[in-house]
């Protein structure tokens, strides 16, 4: 079965760093791997997906991800962050053989200082 | 177009009681999950509706949780002999179909048991 952690709970950056959030994933094979945004009170969105090909992946509002299969990690990076970005996110992972079981991790809520 | 809807957005409710949490998925997707997202947690699968193909129900926490799915569109989940440990925010996501993989959420119920 598979399994995902994010070590980081909460974590701080000033408007216009850098931006990394870390995500670990446990599966046999190269899973389907998944990052959400859930702004405040608003529903989750997908910011970007993995299913194969180039480890790299380019998502929605200048985040990116780059799939370490080494590493068994999926990191989400954005160059600098705006105050908008302010909420929580989560990583997923998913098994290519199952649509239901994709399991989330229990997210890391980014605080942006002005 | 229009989004996954659910309703009611927040329900209090008395220990003991039953509730009921409703779900519109986008129209035209076959799939549907149902998630439980305690305060500070990640989310919990519950339960997953693939077209007329029989639910994946194991994420169900006990038998007081059921979820049904009518004409392959609205779904219902209920919560019988509420507890408080049932305080949660329930999310509802919706795919186009079992090989999508992307999800689309509605903005949850938070349900309050006193």
């Known amino acids: 079965a598979q399994s995902v952690t994010q070590p980081d709970i909460h974590i701080t950056v000033s408007e216009g760093a850098s931006l990394e959030l870390r995500c670990n994933y446990s599966?046999?094979?190269?899973?389907?791997l998944f990052w959400y945004v859930q702004s405040p009170g608003q529903g989750l969105q997908l910011l970007l997906k993995?299913?194969?090909?180039?480890?790299l992946v380019q998502g929605i509002k200048g985040f990116e991800a780059e799939f370490k299969r080494s590493q068994s990690s999926f990191n989400l990076r954005k160059p600098s962050v705006h105050w908008s970005d302010a909420a929580e996110y989560f990583c997923?992972?998913?098994?290519?053989?199952?649509?239901?079981?994709?399991?989330f991790g229990s997210g890391t809520r980014l605080s942006i200082r002005p | 177009g229009a989004g996954v809807s659910q309703s009611p957005s927040n329900k209090v409710t008395e220990k003991g009681k039953d509730v009921e949490l409703r779900c519109d998925p986008i129209?035209?997707?076959?799939?549907l999950y149902w998630y439980r997202q305690s305060l500070g947690q990640g989310l919990e699968f519950l339960i997953y509706?693939?077209?007329?193909?029989?639910?994946?129900k194991s994420g169900l926490p006990s038998d007081r949780f059921s979820a049904e799915r009518t004409g392959g569109s609205v779904s219902t989940l209920t919560i019988q002999r509420t507890q408080q440990e049932d305080s949660a925010v329930y999310l509802c996501?919706?795919?186009?179909?079992?090989?999508?993989?992307?999800?689309?959420f509605g903005p949850g119920t938070r349900l309050t048991v006193t």
């Open positions: 996501a919706s795919s186009l179909d079992s090989s999508s993989y992307e999800q689309y």
């Open positions: 599966y046999g094979a190269t899973p389907y």
């Open positions: 993995y299913f194969s090909g180039d480890t």
């Open positions: 997923a992972v998913g098994a290519p053989s199952s649509a239901s079981k994709i399991i």
């Open positions: 129209s035209g997707h076959t799939a």
């Open positions: 509706f693939q077209g007329n193909s029989a639910p994946d």
